[in-house]
């Protein structure tokens, strides 16, 4: 079955970096655009950035341009997330999400999801 494993999340100050990463199995992973997701307690979960399955594009949501880059590695099917210049405003639960080539960057294109891991940023 397809599993997504995150990892690489924990307590940061603000203006510090962490790397998360996700590592799928279960699935032709060259054929899969992979996500990254957030939700706050208390709000929706929001779309955080992207790579398409071609690895010709990526995108990223306004709040984390310039700080978060997205990237994947064909060869270990894994998928990661630098995030630098961390704000409070970033703490939340990231979640990995994996869709079949690519229909967009909203919730229900997605077809699996991982656990999510915690990310907390302090002030």
């Known amino acids: 079955q397809v599993q997504l494993v995150e990892s690489g999340g924990g307590l940061v100050q603000a203006g510090g970096s962490l790397r998360l990463s996700c590592a799928a199995s279960?699935?032709?992973?060259?054929?899969?655009?992979m996500g990254w997701f957030r939700q706050a307690p208390g709000k929706e979960r929001e779309f955080v950035a992207a790579?398409?399955?071609?690895?010709?594009?990526?995108y990223y949501a306004d709040s984390v341009k310039g700080r978060f880059t997205i990237s994947r590695d064909n060869a270990k099917n894994t998928v990661y997330l630098q995030m630098n210049s961390l704000k409070p405003e970033d703490t939340a639960v990231y979640y990995c999400?994996?869709?079949?080539?690519?229909?967009?960057?909203?919730?229900?294109?997605?077809?699996?999801w991982g656990q999510g891991t915690q990310v907390t940023v302090s002030s």
């Open positions: 999400a994996a869709q079949r080539f690519y229909s967009g960057n909203y919730y229900s294109a997605y077809d699996y």
């Open positions: 279960g699935l032709p992973f060259r054929m899969y655009t």
């Open positions: 790579m398409h399955w071609s690895g010709s594009n990526t």
